[in-house]
Structures are given as C-alpha cells and as structure tokens.
C-alpha cells in the first residue's frame, strides 16, 4: 500500500499512534504496553514523571530511552501561559536541549479542557524560543488555523474530554480542521476503545494520541495491540475511501444480465 508518512517537524515516523505513560501499574507494565503499540513517539508528563529530576526515584527514560523513542515531554497539569513555557525549558534542560514538546494549557480541574486564551499566549512565547509546539486545543477550526499560522508543527484538537473514554463526539468539527490544515491533526483525548482509533484515522486524522484508553484497560498490554491495528485499519479505510452513504438497500450483486 502505497501511503505518505507521518512527518512532524521534519522527522519521519511509521506509526501513526502516538502514546502516553501514566496511569499504568510499574514501569514494566508501561514498557510492554509501548512495546506493543507500536508508537515512535511516547508523551511524558514532566511534572508528574521522572527524567532524572530526582536521581533517589526510578527513571522513566530506563524503559523508554530516547534513541530508541522520540520523547514528548508535555505540559499536563499546567493552568498558566507561564507555568507551560517554565516546564517546556525544564524539559529542553533535562533532555539535552530537546525542542519538540506538547503544549497543554488546562481551564479547569473539572473538565481538563484547553484554556485557549493561555495556550495561544505560551505557543507564542514557545515559538519565539526556539521550540517545536504540537498543541492540545479544543475542536475549534478557526484557532486550529490560527494556531498553525503562528508555527505550531501539530494540531490536537480533543475528541472529547481527557480520559473521558467517550470516543469521537465531533467528527465535523474534526473534518473540517483536517480539510483546511496543512500541518498533521492528531486526535488528542478522548479515545475509549479501539474502534474510536479507527474512526479518527477513518476521518482523515494523520494520527491519534492516547494514555487512558490503554492504561486504564483491564488488560493494557492487549488494549496497546488492538489501538495499534485499529489505527492500521483506519488509515487504510480512508486511503481506500469508503462507499456513499445511501437511505435505501443497493444490492451486492448487479441485477442486469440475470440468467432467470
């Protein structure tokens, strides 16, 4: 099958699901559910993990060591343009001057949806320093531009809120983001089950960002392999472009030229 590759920030990658690492049980657990999802590129939450801030504590980076991934560190849990922008350079700092980050500007405690007015202010300010911003933001087609004439490398619009586990409750909105980008548009939140994944990739997102979907199943290393062919199977159902969707029955075989 012949299909363009996943290109953010000038760097290629094969797999199109992108993963997180909290939530899961150990770090053994969290190794083998990324091992079998296939993904390139693992999110980690800097202020919630540890990079080698704290030298007594086990090291994320032992299970998922960066020549082998592309490390996302991101802003979770951060409610401030500034307090953003202070984590991105701590990240840049603690991984030998990385620039490729995900930026996550949160409103509220409640729903974790993006404040946009704080996110729009810390890209910015991300950008002017040097950084490669994919960014968290809500299903808005006009800051999704926005954002991406300003320089952010990826748009993420959620699917629904995070860990939510709702599934693709926008998709025209998600449609109409994915016609007007020119940067890739990965879903980023809300996934719940595998056939999320596929819609998302059926829809024309170039990928799909998840954790809880995966580290909150019941059994995540399995959850981890059925994400991986879900969003397999979604890219080349859109490839493939599925048939019209009609009111009435069209039959399978053709009626004309029937022997009786």
């Given at each position: 099958?012949?299909?363009?590759?996943?290109?953010?920030?000038?760097?290629?990658?094969?797999?199109?699901?992108?993963?997180?690492?909290?939530?899961y049980r150990?770090?053994?657990?969290?190794?083998?559910?990324?091992?079998?999802?296939?993904?390139?590129?693992v999110?980690v939450?800097?202020?919630?993990?540890?990079?080698?801030?704290?030298?007594?504590?086990?090291?994320?980076?032992?299970?998922?060591?960066?020549?082998?991934?592309?490390?996302?560190?991101?802003?979770?849990g951060?409610?401030?343009?500034?307090d953003?922008?202070?984590?991105?350079?701590?990240?840049?700092?603690?991984l030998?001057?990385?620039?490729?980050?995900k930026?996550?500007?949160?409103?509220?405690?409640?729903?974790?949806?993006?404040?946009?007015?704080?996110?729009?202010?810390?890209?910015e300010?991300?950008?002017?320093d040097g950084?490669?911003?994919?960014?968290?933001?809500?299903d808005d087609?006009?800051?999704?531009?926005?954002?991406?004439?300003?320089?952010?490398?990826?748009?993420?619009?959620?699917?629904?809120?995070?860990?939510?586990?709702?599934g693709?409750q926008?998709?025209?909105?998600?449609?109409?983001?994915?016609?007007?980008?020119n940067?890739p548009?990965?879903?980023?939140?809300?996934?719940?089950?595998?056939?999320?994944?596929?819609?998302?990739?059926?829809?024309?997102?170039?990928?799909?960002?998840?954790?809880?979907?995966?580290?909150?199943?019941?059994?995540?290393?399995?959850?981890?392999?059925?994400?991986?062919?879900?969003?397999?199977?979604?890219?080349?159902?859109y490839?493939?472009?599925?048939?019209?969707?009609?009111?009435f029955?069209?039959?399978?075989?053709?009626?004309?030229?029937?022997?009786?």
């Amino acid at each position: 099958m012949h299909d363009e590759p996943l290109i953010i920030a000038g760097q290629t990658y094969r797999s199109r699901l992108l993963v997180g690492t909290g939530k899961y049980r150990d770090l053994d657990e969290t190794a083998a559910a990324i091992e079998m999802s296939g993904a390139e590129i693992v999110t980690v939450a800097i202020r919630r993990s540890n990079i080698g801030q704290d030298p007594n504590e086990p090291n994320l980076l032992d299970v998922i060591p960066p020549e082998r991934y592309t490390i996302l560190p991101n802003t979770a849990g951060c409610y401030t343009a500034d307090d953003a922008v202070r984590t991105c350079r701590l990240a840049r700092e603690l991984l030998d001057g990385h620039k490729l980050v995900k930026l996550e500007v949160l409103g509220d405690q409640q729903t974790l949806y993006p404040e946009m007015r704080e996110t729009f202010r810390a890209a910015e300010q991300l950008i002017a320093d040097g950084f490669d911003v994919m960014v968290y933001m809500t299903d808005d087609p006009i800051a999704a531009k926005q954002l991406e004439e300003m320089g952010c490398v990826a748009v993420m619009p959620l699917a629904a809120p995070i860990g939510s586990g709702l599934g693709i409750q926008n998709r025209y909105n998600l449609r109409t983001i994915i016609e007007q980008a020119n940067v890739p548009v990965l879903v980023d939140a809300g996934v719940g089950t595998a056939s999320d994944a596929a819609i998302a990739m059926e829809l024309g997102c170039d990928g799909v960002l998840m954790n809880t979907a995966i580290a909150g199943a019941d059994k995540p290393v399995l959850m981890a392999s059925a994400m991986r062919k879900a969003i397999e199977a979604g890219r080349e159902a859109y490839l493939a472009g599925r048939i019209p969707r009609k009111r009435f029955a069209s039959a399978s075989s053709p009626v004309d030229g029937t022997f009786f």
